[in-house]
C-alpha cells in the first residue's frame, strides 16, 4: 500500500499547486517537467524494466502528435478521441516495429540505431507527403472551449498533464509488481534463463514496446495541443527520442518515480542556466548531453540509484 | 529515363561521394572491430572536424588539403583522449552504456557548434571551386575528385597501418583476442584509445577532402552518421573491404535515388537499406562475424 500513498500524495501536491501559486512561470515550469517526465516513463517501461534501449521514441511521439492533429484537421474527430486514437496508433506503430526487431532478435545496440533509422524513415515521409503538411507542418486553429480541449489558462492544461502523469505512474507501479512486469524484468536481466522459465521474450518484449509507444505517443498529442503546432523535425527529429531517454537515465532506470526526479533535475538545471547566461541556442541541449555522460560515467543507477547505494551501505535490504 | 548521359554523370557523383563515406565508415569499422563499441559521436566528430577545417581556411587562409597535417593529428588526439578520459570509464560491463555516453558526447558537440557557429550553412571556396574535370559525358567537379582520390588514398594508408606496422599487429591482436594481448605485454588500453584515435584521424583527412566540395552546418553529422552506420551493417562489423564497397554502393544508391525519387525521398532508401540489413543480415554481406 505504500507506494500507492505516495502516488496519492504526489497528485494531493501537483493537484493543489495552481492553488498556491498565481505566477504561469512556475505552473509552465511544473506541467514541462512533469511532460518530460511522461517521456522518461515511456522509455522506462521499455528500457528500464524490459532492457531494451530505444534510440527512436520520436518516432512514437511523432505519430501520438500527427495523428492527434490530422484526426481533427482532416476527420473531424473531436480531440478527446482523437488522443485515444493518437495512443492506440502509437501502441501499433510500437507493435509493428517491434514485431519487426524482436522476431529478428535485434538486440542491445543494434535495436537501438534500428528504431534510431525507424524514426528518421518516418521524418523523411513526414517531409515528403501531404497529409502532414511537410516541411511547413500542420497549424492546429485557436478554438478555445473545454470541448476542443483548448483551455482559457495553463491550468487546463496543467491538469491534463497531471492526469497522465498519474495514470502513467500508477502503471508503472502495476509493471513491478504485476507478473507480466516480473516476466519483463526476468527477460532485461538475462533472457535465456528467461525463455527456460518458461516466458515467452517475444511475446513480453512487444508488449511492452506498444505501452511505451502508448504512452510516448500520448505525450505527442499533448504537445500538439499545448503548442498548436507541429512539423517533422520537431515530430520525429532526436530531440524527444534523448530527452526521453535522458530523463530516465538521469533519474533511475527500471523505478517507478526516476524519470519524473530525472526530469525535475534537468529542467531545474536548465532554468538556472538560463537565468544565468540567458536564452543561448543549444544550451539546454548541452547540459541535457552533459549530464547524461557524467550520469552514465559516475552513477550508472541513476539519481534514485544513489538513495539505493546508501541504504546498501547501511545494511538494509532494499525494497 | 535510363538517359546514359544523365546516368553516368549521377553514377560517377555517387562515386565520388561514396568515397568520402568509405573514409568515414572505415573509421567507425576500425572503432568498432577493435574496441566491439559503436561509437554514435562518429557524425559530431565530423562535423567538427569540417568546422575545424572551416576555421583554418576563413581565419588563417590555409587550403583545406593543406590542413590535413593538422586535421589528422589533432582529430587523433580527441580520440585518444576521449577514449582514455570519457568512454574508457563508462561501460560498467554494459554496452549500451558507450552507445549512451558517446550519444551524450555527440549532444555536446553539436550544440556546443550551434552556440559558436549559429545554425547557418557555410560553405568555402577555393581556386578550384568552379573547376571541373571531362570524364567521358559526365564533368564531375574537381574538388568531388580530388576527394574521391584522397578517400581512396587514406584508405590505402588506414589499410596498410593496420597490415603492415607494428602498431598494426598489436589492434589486431587487441582485436582477437584482449586477454591473451595484455599477456604478451600490449597495454590494451593505450591500444583502444589510439584505435579510437586513428578512426576519428580518418574522419579528419575525410573533412579536409569533403569541405571544398560539399558544406558545414551543425547538424551536417547526424546526416553522416546514419549513413555511416548503414554502410558498416552492410559491409559487415568490422570488415575493412566491406566498409570500402559499401561506402561506394551507399554513395550510388544516393546519387540515383536523389535523381529518381527526389533529394528527400532518396535518402529513404539508405534508411530502408539500413533496416533491412539490420533485420535480415546483421552480419553483414562480407562475412566478417559481428
Request: hydrophobic residues 55%.
Given at each position: 500500500m505504500k507506494p500507492l500513498l505516495s502516488i496519492a500524495a504526489f497528485t494531493a501536491v501537483v493537484a493543489l499547486f495552481p492553488l498556491v501559486t498565481d505566477s504561469g512561470v512556475h505552473l509552465n515550469f511544473v506541467m514541462m517537467a512533469l511532460y518530460a517526465g511522461l517521456m522518461g516513463m515511456a522509455w522506462n517501461v521499455l528500457a528500464g524494466f524490459g532492457g531494451q534501449f530505444s534510440f527512436g521514441h520520436a518516432l512514437f511521439f511523432g505519430f501520438g502528435a500527427y495523428i492527434h492533429i490530422i484526426a481533427q484537421l482532416s476527420w473531424g474527430i473531436n480531440p478527446w478521441f482523437a488522443i485515444f486514437l493518437a495512443i492506440a496508433v502509437s501502441a501499433l506503430v510500437g507493435a509493428v516495429v517491434g514485431a519487426l526487431s524482436f522476431r529478428y532478435g535485434l538486440k542491445g545496440s543494434y535495436f537501438a540505431l534500428v528504431t534510431l533509422a525507424f524514426a528518421e524513415v518516418a521524418r523523411i515521409l513526414a517531409l515528403s507527403v501531404d497529409i502532414t503538411g511537410g516541411g511547413v507542418g500542420l497549424m492546429l486553429p485557436l478554438k478555445p472551449s473545454v470541448a476542443n480541449m483548448?483551455?482559457?489558462?495553463r491550468v487546463g492544461y496543467y491538469y491534463m498533464m497531471v492526469v497522465m502523469v498519474v495514470v502513467a505512474l500508477l502503471l508503472t507501479q502495476w509493471l513491478k509488481g504485476a507478473r507480466f512486469g516480473a516476466y519483463l524484468q526476468a527477460i532485461r536481466d538475462n533472457e535465456d534463463a528467461a525463455r527456460a522459465a518458461g516466458v515467452d521474450p517475444f511475446q513480453v518484449k512487444l508488449r511492452a514496446i506498444a505501452l511505451s509507444g502508448a504512452m510516448m505517443g500520448a505525450t505527442g498529442a499533448f504537445y500538439v495541443q499545448v503548442f498548436q503546432y507541429i512539423d517533422p523535425a520537431i515530430a520525429f527529429g532526436p530531440q524527444a527520442s534523448v530527452e526521453a531517454l535522458v530523463a530516465a537515465i538521469v533519474g533511475g532506470?527500471?523505478?517507478?518515480w526516476g524519470p519524473l526526479l530525472g526530469a525535475v533535475v534537468l529542467h531545474t538545471l536548465s532554468d538556472v542556466t538560463r537565468n544565468l547566461f540567458g536564452a543561448l541556442p543549444g544550451i539546454n541541449m548541452i547540459i541535457y548531453g552533459s549530464v547524461l555522460v557524467l550520469i552514465v560515467m559516475f552513477l550508472p543507477r541513476g539519481i534514485a540509484g544513489l538513495g539505493v547505494s546508501v541504504r546498501d551501505l547501511f545494511g538494509k535490504k532494499r525494497s | 529515363m535510363f538517359d546514359l548521359s544523365i546516368l553516368i554523370p549521377s553514377v560517377l557523383n555517387g562515386l565520388t561521394t561514396g568515397a568520402i563515406y568509405a573514409l568515414i565508415a572505415l573509421g567507425l569499422t576500425l572503432i568498432y572491430g577493435v574496441?566491439?563499441?559503436?561509437?554514435?559521436a562518429h557524425g559530431a566528430s565530423l562535423m567538427l572536424a569540417l568546422y575545424a577545417v572551416y576555421i583554418l581556411h576563413t581565419k588563417?587562409?590555409?587550403t583545406p588539403y593543406w590542413a590535413l597535417p593538422i586535421l589528422i593529428p589533432g582529430m587523433f588526439l580527441l580520440g585518444y583522449g576521449l577514449q582514455k578520459i570519457v568512454i574508457n570509464r563508462s561501460s560498467h560491463g554494459r554496452d549500451e552504456n558507450i552507445l549512451l555516453v558517446t550519444l551524450g558526447i555527440s549532444i555536446v558537440m553539436e550544440n556546443l557548434a550551434l552556440l559558436v557557429f549559429r545554425s547557418d550553412t557555410q560553405t568555402i571556396e577555393t581556386d578550384l571551386t568552379l573547376a571541373v574535370v571531362e570524364i567521358g559525358p559526365a564533368f564531375i567537379s574537381t574538388p568531388k575528385v580530388i576527394a574521391f582520390g584522397g578517400a581512396l588514398l587514406s584508405s590505402l594508408i588506414l589499410y596498410l597501418l593496420i597490415s603492415k606496422t607494428d602498431l598494426g599487429r598489436a589492434i589486431r591482436a587487441v582485436s582477437k583476442e584482449k586477454a591473451g594481448a595484455r599477456l604478451m605485454g600490449i597495454d590494451v588500453d593505450h591500444v583502444y584509445a589510439m584505435t579510437f584515435g586513428i578512426g576519428l584521424a580518418a574522419l579528419g583527412a575525410a573533412a579536409c577532402f569533403l569541405l571544398p566540395a560539399y558544406y558545414v552546418n551543425p547538424q551536417v553529422g547526424s546526416g553522416f552518421v546514419l549513413i555511416a552506420f548503414t554502410i558498416v551493417v552492410l559491409g559487415g562489423m568490422g570488415s575493412f573491404g566491406g566498409a570500402l564497397v559499401g561506402g561506394l554502393l551507399i554513395g550510388v544508391v544516393e546519387s540515383l535515388g536523389g535523381l529518381y525519387l527526389g533529394e528527400s525521398l532518396g535518402q529513404i532508401g539508405i534508411f530502408l537499406i539500413f533496416i533491412l540489413v539490420l533485420l535480415f543480415r546483421p552480419n553483414g554481406f562480407f562475412g566478417a562475424k559481428a
Open positions: 483548448q483551455f482559457e489558462s532506470l527500471g523505478t517507478v | 574496441l566491439h563499441i559503436i561509437n554514435f588563417f587562409g590555409i
